[in-house]
């Protein structure tokens, strides 16, 4: 008997983390996944060029859900999700990450009885005005079997009350498609295509809402943009919600125009990868791009004031700056003086990660008899 495992995705950050897992299935007689797409994310740009460049197979469902309030959308995923999960019946859903897709399949998937896998469990900001630390906290709360990346998921997990014989310690899955990515990554075009030599530019991303959301935080975002290509040249990849609400201000063709400012489409994983790994710094509100900074010994300057991935600080290239802009500039000058920051890399975040998961989940869920009661925080 195999063990039918339905493998949730939804947004950007979700492919990478799901691709190394589902390959594994693949490789393995025990399961039979089946891979639904939400849809929450669906323009070609935030989609299509994922799937192809982590080899990641058509999703057998596409829910189509769209854009919408948090309200609207996590109703929509509920609502499409059932009766995917009632027709499948499957014996597990493995949801990733911290998306309004991963809290509403999760709810879902609970009340039908059937057990729930968070990979990427126990990550936490404190801070409740991100939607993502809800969807983290509901997420963790209800799931049975819990992957952490990083001992810090394991300490806010049993701090929470979980049990500890749910949580598993694996590492970082996302290392797994960034290691396996980067030779065809490196050899892409597109730093040259710019003009741009290796080692020169930063490259920035920008789309929390706490960030792009108001005029005020775009004009001072704006300031920072500018200040920034006056130091180095400055490579930016528009997110839709960023772009969109440039435009509705009229700063679009601001920050277009403006001379060492390359706004770019989406990119990629490939490309995207390819212009990190030959930045020299990094700029960002990501969460999973202060991890990828950190694999590849970049300093990563966070325009945050808090993050859910503080071994990244701790032990990676990532500085918190939040929206102090003189900050920025001082760290600009020390890494454009000396490289900046430089780091080691987390345990268990080896590229081996997806293997970890699956064996757990092997264990857990074939049929035979329940293998013995362990009482500690497994590490895989
Ligand atoms: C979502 C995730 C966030 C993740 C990010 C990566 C939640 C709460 N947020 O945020 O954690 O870091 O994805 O991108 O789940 N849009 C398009 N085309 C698309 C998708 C979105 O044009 O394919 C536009 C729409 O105007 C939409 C806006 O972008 O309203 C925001 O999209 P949404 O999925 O709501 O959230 P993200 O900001 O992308």
Redesign the pocket.
């Known amino acids: 008997m195999t063990i039918k495992a339905l493998c949730v995705v939804?947004?950007?950050?979700n492919y990478m983390k799901i691709a190394p897992i589902l390959r594994c299935m693949e490789g393995n007689p025990a399961f039979q996944p089946t891979l639904v797409h939400t849809g929450?994310?669906?323009?070609a740009?935030?989609?299509d060029v994922f799937f192809h460049d982590l080899n990641l197979p058509r999703p057998d469902i596409w829910m189509g859900v769209?854009?919408?309030s948090?309200a609207e959308?996590t109703a929509r995923v509920m609502l499409g999700f059932e009766p995917v999960l009632l027709e499948y019946r499957p014996d597990v859903v493995i949801v990733v990450?911290?998306?309004?897709?991963?809290l509403a399949c999760t709810l879902v998937t609970v009340k039908l009885g059937v057990p729930v896998a968070h990979v990427e469990a126990g990550l936490r900001s404190f801070d409740r005005t991100m939607?993502?630390e809800i969807?983290r906290l509901c997420t963790d709360a209800l799931a049975d079997v819990l992957f952490t990346p990083s001992e810090d998921g394991d300490a806010n997990l049993l701090r929470e009350g979980i049990p500890p014989e749910r949580i598993h310690r694996v590492g970082n899955v996302m290392v797994d498609s960034l290691l396996a990515a980067l030779p065809l990554a490196r050899s892409r075009s597109t730093v040259g295509d710019l003009g741009l030599d290796p080692k020169s530019y930063a490259l920035m991303t920008l789309?929390?809402?706490s960030n792009v959301d108001s005029r005020q935080d775009l004009e001072r975002l704006t300031d920072l943009v500018l200040r920034v290509a006056d130091m180095l040249p400055l490579v930016l990849p528009l997110?839709?919600?960023t772009a969109?609400n440039l435009r509705k201000l009229g700063l679009l063709d601001t920050w277009r125009q403006a001379p060492h400012l390359h706004v770019l489409e989406p990119q990629g994983y490939l490309d995207f990868l390819g212009l990190m790994d030959k930045s020299l710094v990094v700029l960002t509100d990501?969460?999973?791009i202060q991890e990828e900074t950190t694999i590849l010994n970049i300093p990563c300057l966070t325009l945050r004031s808090n993050t859910e991935r503080p071994i990244t600080v701790e032990m990676g290239t990532n500085t918190l700056v939040g929206d102090d802009m003189e900050a920025v500039v001082s760290h600009l000058d020390t890494i454009l003086a000396n490289g900046g920051k430089r780091g080691t890399i987390p345990p268990l975040w080896d590229g081996h990660v997806a293997e970890r998961i699956v064996d757990v989940l092997c264990r857990h869920f074939s049929p035979g008899p329940p293998h013995d009661g362990e009482t500690d925080v497994h590490h895989d």
Request: hydrophobic share 10%; no cysteine.
């Open positions: 939804g947004a950007r950050p929450q994310h669906y323009d740009s935030m989609y769209g854009s919408g948090h959308q990450g911290d998306v309004n897709s991963t939607p993502e969807n789309h929390r809402p997110h839709p919600r969109g990501s969460g999973g």
